[in-house]
T-cell receptor, first 110, second 114 residues
Framework: SQQGEEDPQALSIQEGENATMNCSYKTSINNLQWYRQNSGRGLVHLILIRSNEREKHSGRLRVTLDTSKKSSSLLITASRAADTASYFC??????????FGTGTRLTVIP | EAGVAQSPRYKIIEKRQSVAFWCNPISGHATLYWYQQILGQGPKLLIQFQNNGVVDDSQLPKDRFSAERLKGVDSTLKIQPAKLEDSAVYLCASSLGWRETEQFFGPGTRLTVL
């Protein structure tokens, strides 16, 4: 399966702390994307990193990609209660579609 | 800009019954996807359309699932007959084209099969 695996499965932090979640995958990819899912806004695209990139930033988000280890990490800095959601990595290979991981459930405690 | 619309939002049926879901993608988006998300898992692609043609339906259980996008805009996904294991959220997504990097998701339809 090309599906990624997120780690940890669940994470609980205090507001203001940083949250780091990891994703591992099995095959070569064109890009890796992170999505957020909560009951209010559904599944939303957060950030994309291409296979030839190592790091990318977007606001409070920082994504790294290590293609030699087939892994990626998502860092959310200065977390807020509104960041409470499930976070999924999704890999894209060639012309194929997105393969989603199993997700990390993040809880930010006010 | 209006997002991806889906209906109904919730559906409860008994096993062996039929059910249909509807999706209206973002205007101008040529590519439409249907995903199945079982509780506690990530979304799994069922079928991808490019305009009104099927690009990938390799993970669609074709003995019971069918989907169409006749005019290249709206799409329907049907399950007939439903099984207990079909209980899931069915997500529709769209993108400008199949090469586009970002997919826009609808709110989903939560199906419960009793």
């Amino acid at each position: 399966s090309q599906q990624g695996e997120e780690d940890p499965q669940a994470l609980s932090i205090q507001e203001g702390e940083n949250a780091t979640m990891n994703c591992s995958y099995k095959t070569s990819i064109n890009n890796l994307q992170w999505y957020r899912q909560n009951s209010g806004r559904g599944l939303v695209h957060l950030i994309l990193i291409r296979s030839n990139e190592r790091e990318k930033h977007s606001g409070r988000l920082r994504v790294t990609l290590d293609t030699s280890k087939k892994s990626s990490s998502l860092l959310i800095t200065a977390s807020r209660a509104a960041d409470t959601a499930s976070y999924f990595c999704a890999t894209r290979t060639g012309a194929n579609n997105l393969f989603f991981g199993t997700g990390t459930r993040l809880t930010v405690i006010p | 800009e209006a997002g991806v619309a889906q209906s109904p939002r919730y559906k409860i049926i008994e096993k062996r019954q039929s059910v249909a879901f509807w999706c209206n993608p973002i205007s101008g988006h040529a590519t439409l996807y249907w995903y199945q998300q079982i509780l506690g898992q990530g979304p799994k692609l069922l079928i991808q359309f490019q305009n009104n043609g099927v690009v990938d339906d390799s993970q669609l259980p074709k003995d019971r699932f069918s989907a169409e996008r006749l005019k290249g805009v709206d799409s329907t996904l049907k399950i007939q007959p439903a099984k207990l294991e079909d209980s899931a959220v069915y997500l529709c997504a769209s993108s400008l084209g199949w090469r586009e990097t970002e997919q826009f998701f609808g709110p989903g339809t939560r199906l419960t099969v009793l």
